[in-house]
C-alpha cells in the first residue's frame, strides 16, 4: 500500500515538473522583444513608429523588458533617457507620473540633441565619478 502511495506520488510529482518544464522557454530558445527603431534622444514621445521587435535568447530577457504583447502601454510615453537604435526598451526608461524622477536627466535635452550625444555625455559623467 505505502509502495503505491509513492509511486502515485512520484507520478504526480513527475508530471508536474514535466509541465512546468514545457511552460518555460528552453535554454536557446529566442524570445521576441520591443526595441528602438532608430536613435530616440530623452524626452521623446514614443510612437510605434519609433518601436521595433527583434529576437533575443530567453535568458537574456527580463521582467524589465517590454515585450510586445504590451507594447500599446509604452506608446505615446515620453523617454526619461536617451536610447539608440536596436537597444530593448525597459519599463524604466518611460515617464510614471511622477515629475521629479525626471528631473536628473532633463538638463541633457536641451545640452544635446541626439540620442548618441546624450549617451555620451552622460557616460562622461558616470566614468568621471570617483570609484
Known sequence: MR???LLAALSMLASACSAASAAEPKPGALVPIVVAS???PIGTTVTWDEMSQRS???GL???SVVKPDSASYINNQKLLVPVLAG????WSFFETGNGDARAPCEKFQSDDTTAEQQLSRLRQIVLSHDR
Open 3 to 5: 509502495r503505491l502511495l
Open 38 to 40: 532608430r536613435d530616440l
Open 56 to 58: 533575443v535568447p530567453a
Open 61 to 63: 530577457v527580463t521582467s
Open 87 to 90: 537597444d530593448p526598451l525597459l
